[in-house]
């Protein structure tokens, strides 16, 4: 910035001297400071200056030409790294959450947050802040040229321009604000309806609410277009206005210079529509970026939020707790919120290693928060949990969570391959092809997968749109088996499957290694047939624990 500003003083300080020794070479010779230069290196006539000074004025102009250049390309680069940096550790920070906080938080928001509001910081405010300070050292250096050359048209012109965009800037804050706060609200709505019109595809189809969802796309695109629009045309118009006034007042400066002779204002002028020519991109790139930064405010407030989030610990960076001998839940009592009732109260529970635990309840009487609670998602509000009569807390829940695999009802698949989705989170070139096959072999996958022509590498689609439910929910089994941990919780995660291959992949998870510990929510209680013992939820609460041949007998 500060080289840039230098080359721009210098560029313009010879712009009078070239001029003048164009048009009336006399001046040159009379001045004191060029007298002295002239007669240093013995230039006895105006031809031997011309060559020389022009020389000198080209690479002068060519060399800040480079300079600009490349001051744009280094804050342009350091603006884009810094929106890197912040939209990774936002995506960390929110990858990171405890549970409860996905359970409360809109993804949409989030989403907006990484991706559109990020780009807005970085566009409005980073950027824009570099060009500011690049800028006012810029037009300190002109206005310093200027002042040597002619200090009250200097002032004129400072003086005028500037008190016209401080002008402009002070009458437009407030548009600029509101229309920011309208930008950052509905880009969040517009991610919103995207999300739920192709989210939930097939009912849009089946149900004809395209339109419904077109309308509510448009009610927040429209306005927001609207408003990045009366913003554009703030930021850039002044620029046409100040073009005028400044072609003006060249004409003004002409006019009352006239009196002196002819050619001696020539290069006065000349110097002034130079200093004019770089002062006014000047002042128009800080008040733009001015405008930038007061329409930004809303996005950089909301980003600053989600930048400071408390990141957990981070799962690799907590040792895994050891299990040997028994889980144990005591006087465990849960609520989602300070305001809601609660969704669990006084659970009392002992879990053996290496045994196979039913949950069987009606729909809301707490089994899967109880089963979030017990892989540690989901922190009591009294109680606590005990390993091997190891406390788990916030600080050691990932410990514990290492020895677990989840299989929930509805599973999710990455657009990547099948093998990909067995060995979930596990870049391509680590995936254990043995243990792939071996995990697909134990969930029923295997003869499907070989049928394919593709086999393993056969790609699922979006969320496996190109396999049936019973497919998919079979990938999220062998996922579960591909990580060999202590702890297998299945979520009703047989219940896309027909009753042949629930129990033929059910046999499959009952002869794993007796070190195993399953617990299995199931929604139909033929499933829980081999289980050690059922537990049974009702309002909330524990009703009884029996084997299953007890079920039916005691009400």
Known sequence: MILSSVLEIISIGLILPFLGILTNPELVYNHAFASS??????????????????????????????????????????????????????????????????????????????????????????????VIFSSLITMISIMIALFFIDAKVASVVFLGFGTIYLIIIFFTKKYLLKNGECIARKSTNMIKALQEGLGGIRDVLIDGSQEFYCRMYKESDIPMRRASAGNEVISMGPRYIMEAIGMSLIASIAYIMIKEEYLAIIPILGTFALGAQRLMPVMQQIYHSISRFNSSQASLIDTLKLLSEPALLA???????????????????????????????NINLKIAKGSIIGLIGETGSGKSTLVNILMGLLTPASGSIQIDEVNI??????????????????????????????????????????????????????????????????????????????????????????????????????????????????????????????????????????????????NRTIKRVCKYNEINRIK
């Open 37 to 130: 230069i002239i007669s240093e290196f013995n230039f006895t006539s105006s031809d031997q200056l011309i060559k020389p000074l022009t020389y000198l004025f080209i690479t002068a102009a060519i060399i800040a030409g480079i300079v600009r250049f490349w001051l744009l390309y280094l804050s342009t680069k350091v603006s884009h790294a810094i929106g890197s940096d912040i939209s990774i550790k936002i995506y960390k920070n929110t990858l990171y959450k405890d549970y409860i906080s996905h359970l409360n938080n809109n993804s949409s928001e989030i989403i907006n947050g990484i991706i559109n509001k990020t780009s807005v910081v970085i566009g409005g405010i980073v950027s824009p802040v570099l």
């Open 315 to 345: 799962v690799n960076e907590q040792k895994k707790i050891a299990f040997n001998q028994e889980i144990i839940l005591k006087n465990i009592s849960f609520k989602y919120s300070q305001d809601s009732t609660l969704a669990l109260e």
């Open 393 to 538: 807390v916030k600080s050691n829940h990932h410990g514990w969570q290492k020895n677990i695999a989840h299989v929930p009802q509805n599973i999710f698949l990455s657009d990547s391959s099948i093998k990909e989705n067995i060995a979930f989170g596990v870049n391509i070139d680590s995936i254990n092809m043995e243990r792939v096959e071996k995990a697909a072999k134990e969930a029923h996958l295997y003869k499907f997968v070989k049928n394919l022509e593709h086999g393993y590498d056969t790609l699922v689609g979006e969320q496996g749109v190109r396999l049936s439910g019973g497919q998919r929910q079979r990938i999220g089994i062998a996922r579960a088996l591909y990580k060999q941990v202590n702890v297998i919780v299945l979520d009703e995660a047989t219940s896309a499957l027909d009753s042949a291959t629930e129990k033929s992949v059910m046999n499959s998870i009952y002869n794993l290694c007796s070190e195993q510990t399953i617990i299995i929510i199931a929604h139909r209680v033929s499933t829980l047939e081999k289980c050690d013992q059922i537990v049974e939820i009702e």
